[in-house]
């Protein structure tokens, strides 16, 4: 009896618990119904629910599933249908329909301030930047569609649509760019009214009526349009009929097709599924940017695109072509054969990523004048604004944004196609960038050929062309030598550096003989070049002339003067004639080599008579310092030896031996030097030099230092600690990867 009991009260336990727990969960009275049944009871969504019925998407809106529902009454739907020639619901194919219903189905549930103010950071990064993120995921995506890959022989690619976001407009999301909201909104919306503030917002083309009204699967919001799916900024350009299509031509060139595993596995159904992307500009082609090859899945990337517009400011076909005829159609063919390198900036200059806030058509008129057009065109805003569901687009008819470097020494490289070597090493070197940023300086820039380029050596091998794929843009591959171990390997960044700047000159520092002669400051610290009338030398020309060699030196030909940014010139010479390409040779290892060369065999007595130079500590104390080193002439050496004051310490002992020699190098650094010095006219300069040489002083060791005067007259002498003077009898030194060295017509006293 006792067991019944208990096993009686513990049901009686069950029961009142369930009651309790029924009690709990009763479904509030303002719960109305899932958002179909909201809508049924409101009774104003005839239209639209028949659509939801036709769609894929009835089963989430009836409560399988968490949704925000943006549901436009039944007079919007007719305006709808009026609109595009529908008699009814029943004349929207599915495809279409399914594309249509789905951008009224936001994922997840949103209030107002929600939709408003939604920051991933928490709720006091929404109140500290409201409207930073302003794109929703919807249920909205195109058909998997189907494309050639050309780059991979044609092979048939599965593209995958991702889903569709929609924008949610305020004063938020409009903030910083124009005082008036609700003009910027009606232009990017013609025909429709801009309802948003700091208390409501508009989504996509529509405005909402009322607050949101809460349903047991999210929220629903009356809105007073159909929202007409917004395609790609790629779509819009592209389409038949488009006044952009030779514009979405070129943004095609970099064209590629990334595969997405995780579509792949979701919708492949057995077939590989690929995301339409681009090389080196905003992936405007697809709903998502894919960041698969980088392993982040796509619903990692949602809050980076929930806040990031691309921005394309698209010429027409009209304005296209007349850019071509103006820059490009003396040396390509067609617009489809202009290299990578032109093609790059020019698209960059109307293509770019914008993150936070939404873009405006004020914004875009901003984005063109910050562009310091050269040709001066003014364009004030483009001509045609569209919103798409990845950013902005803005029509320019007529117009397009000059790049800077095509209006600059640069623009060789862009217009050419026999600089396209040039180009390519320039770009991947960040030269061409470089120069544009930089605009109160002026460049003097010597192109080399193609051709020029493929026959200079560089670390002991000659420069590599490799063509790649025509197919896939910026597949072109320069190769040089690598200075370790002479094996080859492709262009990195700091080799571009160096070759391209060889040929980049920043600076005039030296002119003489009424402006025939020039030595120009290169982009490359320590590199010069040395002009004489049109005969261009780069310091590996000028030393191996000195050497008696057989050498092409180019000469230069004035492309176009640039005025106050410089100006370009073409290197021209046989077919032995090599690029501009500094002495990559250091002094310390050519000078005992270059022995019988004249003027270093003043150097070579002295080097004779020291252990400087010998054995494997040889010129030990440059450490891999900077220097530069001042020779006397072998005249001036054999008479202070035979006949005096004999300044070197020939009977002196080795150590004092070896500190003159030692002295006769100038630390660069120490000497706070940025250049070489070059002599200038017009002004008597002295500076003191710090060289390598010790001696001591009231039992102190410090440096040994020497003065070179530069008279006003353009001519440079050396002076020591005695007033001793001698005369610097070069012009252009001998300058190598270590150092410069500069002839003088004395022997200093430097010990004393």
């Not at 976001?165 to 910027?184: A, M, R």
């Not at 420069?463 to 094996?487: F, H, R, S, W």
Request: aromatic share 14%; net charge negative.
């Amino acid at each position: 009896m006792k067991k019944y009991f208990l096993m009686g009260l513990f049901f009686f336990s069950l029961v009142s618990c369930q009651r309790e727990i029924d009690k709990y969960y009763e479904i509030p009275d303002w719960l109305k119904g899932n958002a179909y049944e909201v809508m049924e009871d409101r009774g104003n969504f005839s239209i639209f629910m028949k659509a939801v019925d036709r769609s894929s998407y009835a089963s989430l809106v009836k409560g399988k599933g968490i949704v925000t529902v943006m549901a436009p009454t039944d007079d919007a739907f007719s305006a709808y249908l009026t609109k595009h020639n529908y008699g009814s619901v029943e004349d929207i194919s599915q495809t279409e329909l399914d594309k249509l219903i789905g951008y009224h189905l936001i994922y997840y549930s949103y209030t107002k301030q929600n939709f408003m103010f939604y920051n991933p950071n928490g709720i006091d990064a929404e109140l500290e930047n409201p409207g930073t993120y302003f794109k929703f995921r919807t249920k909205s995506r195109d058909a998997i569609s189907t494309v050639k890959d050309y780059a991979n022989g044609g092979v048939i690619r599965k593209i995958m649509h991702k889903d569709r976001f929609i924008p949610v407009i305020s004063n938020y999301s409009l903030s910083g760019w124009s005082s008036s909201p609700k003009d910027e909104y009606e232009k990017m919306f013609p025909g429709s009214t801009y309802g948003g503030g700091t208390n409501n917002f508009n989504i996509s083309n529509a405005g909402i009526v009322g607050d949101e009204i809460v349903t047991d699967n999210g929220y629903l919001y009356v809105v007073d349009q159909v929202l007409e799916p917004l395609e790609t900024l790629y779509t819009e350009m592209s389409h038949e009929g488009s006044e952009y299509t030779k514009f979405a031509a070129m943004y095609d060139r970099f064209v590629k097709y990334e595969y997405d595993e995780d579509a792949t596995a979701d919708y492949g159904n057995g077939d590989s599924l690929f995301v339409h992307s681009h090389y080196s500009l905003p992936s405007i082609a697809c709903e998502w940017t894919n960041l698969s090859e980088y392993s982040i899945p796509d619903y990692a990337q949602l809050n980076y695109l929930s806040s990031i517009s691309f921005t394309v400011l698209a010429p027409n076909n009209a304005a296209i072509d007349e850019f071509y005829r103006k820059y490009w159609a003396n040396s390509f063919s067609s617009l489809e054969e202009v290299n990578y390198v032109p093609l790059y900036y020019f698209m960059s200059a109307h293509a770019g990523e914008y993150r936070g806030k939404m873009m405006t058509s004020t914004a875009l008129s901003a984005i063109i004048n910050m562009n310091d057009l050269y040709d001066g065109v003014t364009i004030a805003e483009p001509d045609y604004v569209k919103v798409c569901t990845n950013g902005i687009l803005g029509g320019m008819k007529g117009n397009v944004i000059t790049p800077e470097p095509f209006e600059s020494p640069m623009a060789p490289a862009l217009c050419n196609k026999d600089y396209n070597i040039f180009a390519l090493i320039a770009h991947r070197g960040g030269l061409i960038s470089k120069i544009q940023s930089i605009n109160e300086t002026q460049f003097n820039i010597f192109f080399p050929s193609d051709d020029m380029l493929k026959r200079t050596e560089y670390n002991g091998d000659f420069i590599q062309y490799l063509k790649g794929n025509p197919y896939i843009i910026n597949d072109e591959q320069i190769q040089v030598a690598n200075a370790e171990d002479g094996t080859l390997g492709n262009l990195n960044t700091t080799q571009a550096q160096e070759i391209a700047g060889a040929h980049v000159m920043d600076n005039v520092l030296s002119t003489r003989n009424g402006g025939t002669e020039i030595i120009y400051g290169s982009y490359n610290d320590f590199e010069y070049l040395y002009r004489v009338n049109d005969e261009i030398y780069s310091s590996a020309t000028w030393n191996s002339k000195a050497l008696g060699n057989e050498v092409s030196v180019p000469t230069a030909k004035l492309i176009k003067d640039y005025g106050e940014f410089g100006a370009s010139y073409a290197l021209e010479g046989d077919n032995t004639t090599v690029a501009l390409l500094p002495e990559q040779a250091n002094f310390k290892d050519r000078v005992m080599q270059d022995k019988n060369m004249n003027d270093y065999k003043g150097i070579n007595v002295y080097l004779n008579a020291s252990n400087v130079g010998k054995g494997d500590n040889a010129f030990s104390f440059i450490q891999g310092n900077r220097f530069i080193i001042f020779i006397p002439t072998n005249e001036a050496v054999m008479a202070d030896m035979t006949t005096g004051p004999k300044r070197f310490p020939v009977t002196g002992s080795m150590d004092q031996r070896n500190m003159y020699v030692t002295s006769l190098f100038i630390d660069v650094s120490s000497s706070g030097l940025v250049d070489y010095p070059f002599p200038v006219t017009g002004k008597r300069t002295e500076k003191v030099l710090t060289t390598f040489g010790t001696k001591t002083v009231n039992g102190k060791k410090e440096s040994i230092t020497v003065t070179l005067i530069n008279e006003a007259d353009g001519s440079m002498k050396l002076r020591d600690a005695k007033g001793n003077e001698v005369n610097v009898t070069s012009y252009f030194p001998y300058i190598y990867a270590d150092g410069a060295a500069y002839v003088i017509d004395g022997v200093l006293d430097l010990l004393n």
